[in-house]
Structures are given as structure tokens and as C-alpha cells.
């Protein structure tokens, strides 16, 4: 661990954050799957599958960072799910696809300027040139799931994403200068320009 970094403030986050790329890979892989099952064209198939091995590299490089900085990331153990309709599918993309993916490419982008440790930045940065085209896949299975949805049903994607919009606005992380985490005033000025897409 480098000295006198190890604080568990640090600790939580970091290890979260790693956590939460191999839970990616088990999304990306369900997603996928539920892609080929609703006659997805074979682009958004093969950029999910893409996606999922830019995801076992996100947890590869977060773990070792993790555990550069004395974090234990627990073991990722998640039930495949099966295959849901399609608006079930379409659902879940407005909100980790459309939403939560943007946010991340965006916040891995200012991680990849503002953090004070070096090797964070370096990781982030090609994180966050990852998670920009994972975010972009969000929105182009948004745009192909709509077209064969209802209008009714396309507006509860919409409201859907709305609202995971607030909620990511809401949520709070400490904003850790060695880790880069935006402190409110930049997440404020993020969520300003990233607010007109989200929400049209
Ligand atoms: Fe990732
Ligand atoms: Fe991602």
C-alpha cells in the first residue's frame, strides 16, 4: 500500500468501484444475450460483447488498484439472469445504458484529470474512453429497442430515464482528491451539460 493512503474512506470506494466493473461483465453478458433473443441487429450484439471484455479489463485494472491501496474487493457472484421481454430489457438500458453509463464515462473523465494519484489517472483515462462507447451503446439500443415498442411504452422509457437522472444528481460520493472524485461544484457544472440529453 503506498504510505499513509490507506484510510478507509479511500478503501470503500475503490473497492466498490472495482466491484461494481465485474458485476459490468455479467450485465453486458445478459444484455447480449437478451440482444440475439429479440432479433438485436448484429452490431449492437457484437459491440455488447465487446463492452463485456472492456469490463473484465475494468475489473482487472480497478482490483489491482484496489488492492494497491489495501482494499479486498469481494468476490463477484452473480446469478445469469434469463431472458426478459424486451421491454424489461429496454427498461434496465435507459437507466444503467442511457444514464448511468454516461455519468460514468463522464466522471472517469475528470478521475482521468483531477486525481492526484498518478495511477489512477492513467487507469481512468482509458476507462473512461471505454465507458464513452458503452454510454453510446446505451443509447443505440435505446433507439432500436424504441422501434419496436409502443409510443406508450417508449414513454415510460423516457420517464424511466428522467428519474435516473435525479437519482444519479442525488447521490453524493466523497469527493477523494487521490481518487479524482468530483466534488459538488463539479458535479453540479457535469449534470448541467449532461442534463439536456438525458432529458429532451
Ligand atoms: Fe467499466
Ligand atoms: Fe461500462
New binding site residues.
Given amino acids: 500500500m503506498p504510505a499513509g493512503i490507506g484510510t478507509a474512506a479511500l478503501v470503500d470506494p475503490i473497492a466498490a468501484a472495482a466491484w ?2 465485474g458485476a ?1 461483465v455479467y450485465a453486458f453478458d445478459a444484455l447480449k444475450r437478451e440482444l440475439i433473443a429479440h432479433g438485436a441487429p448484429g452490431s449492437l450484439i457484437e459491440r455488447a460483447r465487446s ?1 463485456q471484455q ?2 473484465r479489463r ?2 482487472c485494472t ?1 482490483s489491482a488498484l484496489a488492492a494497491r491501496f489495501g482494499a479486498a474487493v469481494q468476490p463477484v457472484e452473480l446469478e445469469p439472469v434469463g431472458i426478459r421481454p424486451l421491454f424489461d430489457v429496454a427498461l434496465e438500458n435507459a437507466v444503467e445504458g442511457c444514464v448511468r ?1 454516461t455519468w ?1 464515462a463522464a466522471v ?1 473523465a475528470y478521475q482521468g484529470e483531477c486525481a492526484t494519484d498518478r495511477a489512477v489517472r492513467r487507469a481512468m483515462r482509458s ?1 473512461a474512453e ?2 464513452a462507447e ?1 454510454a453510446a451503446l446505451g443509447w443505440a439500443v435505446d433507439a432500436w429497442a424504441r422501434s419496436r415498442l409502443s409510443p406508450e411504452e417508449g414513454e415510460r422509457l423516457t420517464a424511466a430515464r428522467a428519474k435516473a437522472c435525479e437519482d444519479v444528481f442525488a447521490q453524493e460520493d466523497a469527493p477523494l482528491e487521490l481518487l479524482g472524485l468530483p466534488d459538488a461544484a463539479a458535479r453540479t457544472r457535469m449534470f448541467a451539460a449532461l442534463r439536456p440529453i438525458w432529458i429532451a
Fill in positions: 461494481l466493473e459490468a463492452a472492456d469490463e475494468h475489473h480497478m453509463e460514468g472517469a476507462i471505454d465507458e458503452h
